[in-house]
Nanobody
Framework: QIQLVESGGGLVQPGGSLALSCAVS????????MGWYRQTPGAQRELVAI???????NYAATVKGRFTISRDNAKNTVYLQMNSLKPEDTAVYYC????????????WGQGTQVTVSS
């Protein structure tokens, strides 16, 4: 059974940095597009960044140039490096694994809280 476990959230001051990790087990990590999403209370979950099986990446306009997504297929892990954090980045961040050949198959982690505040 596929499992996604996020880590690395916390409290950081504006302008600071945080690194999130998502370890995937129970499946062949290499065949999944991996994404980070975030959600605030009352809002829809939104895509932050995605790294595909080809290693190509896409970012939301709001984080482009500040966040970097990467994957390590040897460690079955996807990362999100977040720099120049802003209060509006505060959210629960979720890791997502989407099977590349059938995007209907999608799995989620439990989420990790990121709070940007002084």
């Amino acid at each position: 059974q596929i499992q996604l476990v996020e880590s690395g959230g916390g409290l950081v001051q504006p302008g600071g940095s945080l690194a999130l990790s998502c370890a995937v087990s129970g499946t062949n990590f290499r065949i999944y597009n991996m994404g980070w999403y975030r959600q605030t209370p009352g809002a829809q979950r939104e895509l932050v960044a995605i790294v595909k099986v080809t290693n190509s990446t896409n970012y939301a306009a709001t984080v482009k140039g500040r966040f970097t997504i990467s994957r390590d297929n040897a460690k079955n892990t996807v990362y999100l490096q977040m720099n120049s954090l802003k209060p509006e980045d505060t959210a629960v961040y979720y890791c997502n694994a989407q099977l590349a050949i059938d995007r209907r198959l999608s799995y989620w982690g439990q989420g990790t809280q990121v709070t940007v505040s002084s």
